[in-house]
């Protein structure tokens, strides 16, 4: 059984889809200096009508939490009211901000405690699509549903909610009795692949819900997976359409979609698309894993927009491209998820065998280290060009993010990544992929599996940019 009816939000289901949260801050940026309070909370509620209660984590009582919405350069300012029994932290995935705002705690930040309130404050320099979500145990606090949609206006005119449209993916694992299914200390379970669930969710409703969009237009499509592990491939099917934008940061030239996108864990894809009159589309989930309904929307021709530009351009990203030659180079060998696969790692500054990395539950590791070591991964001056050369040896893939950069993937087999510059990367077994990006920001900076089950159980790093 599958929600019929939307699953989170108390208004109608399209209009859930198509407008956006009224937080009660101008749009148009004219209070955007005014804090805004977020405010995390444990909610006992069905995720599917008519069944019992699952106990969801989630900011201002929604899931995905309020779209914040602001402009390239404005400053963001956001009162954090940990209303949890547990301590939190929000990390503002793929923003370039100051790193002491980057919540990753006791590495950025100290934990929010139960009851406390944190300000995060910093200017956001990009536009583009980005999200924010949990970063304390956030295997379990991003599946209960702490995230939210995080747009960055100011690369195009397009901004007005028919012609912008933010779809965030996710997908939970309920249980017979259609409730969440809990079960998060057992890093084997069967699941090395990482907590997938079996339903999808679009903005917290059931998939397939209907959106309309003005027809002969450029509208703008903004995907977000918020899943914990699950990879979407992602299919526009009956109209025109371009990817534009990736991981937040616009393309060089326009992509067209000729087939499934891939959509690893918190990457992003901006699709430009275009409906004649009459016309309808759908936006297709081609991986057939999901119980239920395999389309994420539709999309159906609404009256035209005359005022709205033709042609839209994005403006292009405001990153420097790192040096070719002198780079520094830093390989990493991610091993781990079977006996087969790891014999030891090094784990809290001593070496452990297999089974005392089974019981402390880190069974992944970066150059045979479980979890952050003392030392980072490497230290670099700011401006220094680096090379990571990633080198996958586990039998699964990855969803490589490294906070508060946007690197160039250099031989990846995919074209679309060939052309971005990404924030996180899927890396397959037995691939090798290699990343380059300047450091130009200071600070201590996380590089993590964005499956989250393998970030807990060891696949984190750091880096120092000095
Ligand atoms: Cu969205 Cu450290 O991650
Ligand atoms: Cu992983």
Avoid at 152 to 164: A, C, K, P, Q, V
Avoid at 276 to 305: W, Y
């Amino acid at each position: 059984m599958l929600p019929r009816r939307q699953l989170l939000k108390g208004s109608a289901a399209i209009a859930a889809l198509t407008a956006w949260p009224e937080l009660g801050f101008a749009a148009d940026g004219v209070l955007s200096d005014a804090p805004i309070n977020l405010c995390a909370s444990e909610v006992q509620r069905p995720l599917l009508p008519g069944r019992r209660p699952s106990r969801l984590f989630l900011y201002d009582g929604i899931s995905p939490g309020p779209t914040i919405r602001r402009q390239q350069g404005d400053r963001l300012r956001v009162l954090f009211h940990n209303d949890l029994s547990v301590p939190s932290t929000i990390h503002w995935h793929g923003v370039r901000l100051t790193n002491r705002m980057d919540g990753v705690p006791n590495l950025t930040q100290a934990p929010v405690r139960a009851g406390e309130t944190y300000l995060y404050d910093f200017i956001l320099p990009d536009a583009g699509t980005y999200w924010y979500h949990a970063h304390f145990n956030s295997l379990e606090q991003v599946a209960r549903g702490l995230y939210g949609p995080l747009i960055i206006e100011g690369d195009t005119s397009l901004s007005s909610s028919s012609r912008d449209v933010v779809l965030t993916l996710d997908d939970w694992w309920i249980d017979d009795d259609g409730r969440f299914v809990d079960g998060f200390t057992d890093w084997s379970q069967g699941k090395p692949g990482g907590r997938i669930g079996n339903i999808a969710t679009v903005n917290g409703n059931s998939p397939g819900q209907l959106v309309e969009i003005p027809a002969a237009t450029p509208v703008r499509l903004r995907l977000i997976n918020a899943a914990n592990a699950r990879e979407f491939f992602p299919d526009f099917k009956g109209a025109e359409a371009k990817v534009v934008a990736v991981d937040g940061q616009p393309l060089a030239e326009p992509h067209p979609v000729t087939g499934p996108l891939r959509l690893g864990p918190a990457q992003r894809l901006d699709l430009m698309v275009r409906l004649p009159s009459g016309g309808e589309a759908r936006l297709a989930e081609a991986s057939g894993t999901l119980l239920g309904n395999q389309t994420l929307a539709v999309f159906r021709a609404g009256p035209p927009d005359k005022n709205a530009p033709q042609n839209v351009q994005l403006r292009p990203p405001n990153l420097t491209r790192p040096g070719p030659n002198n780079a520094l180079q830093i390989p990493l060998v991610m091993t781990g998820g079977s006996s087969a696969e790891i014999a030891g790692a090094r784990y809290q500054d001593a070496q452990r065998n297999l089974k005392q990395l089974v019981r402390a539950q880190q069974v992944w590791a970066f150059n045979q280290t479980a979890d952050l070591p003392k030392q980072p991964l490497f230290r670099a001056k700011r401006g220094a060009s680096v090379l990571v050369q990633m080198e996958n040896l586990t039998g699964w893939s990855h969803a490589m993010h490294v906070h508060g950069h946007h690197f160039q993937v250099l031989n990846s087999r995919d074209d679309l990544d060939a052309k971005a510059w990404r924030d996180t990367v899927m890396i397959d077994r037995n691939q090798k992929v290699e990343i380059a990006f300047v450091v130009d920001n200071p600070g201590r900076w996380l590089l993590h599996c964005h499956m989250l089950q393998h970030a807990v159980s060891g696949m984190r790093t750091w880096f120092e940019v000095v």
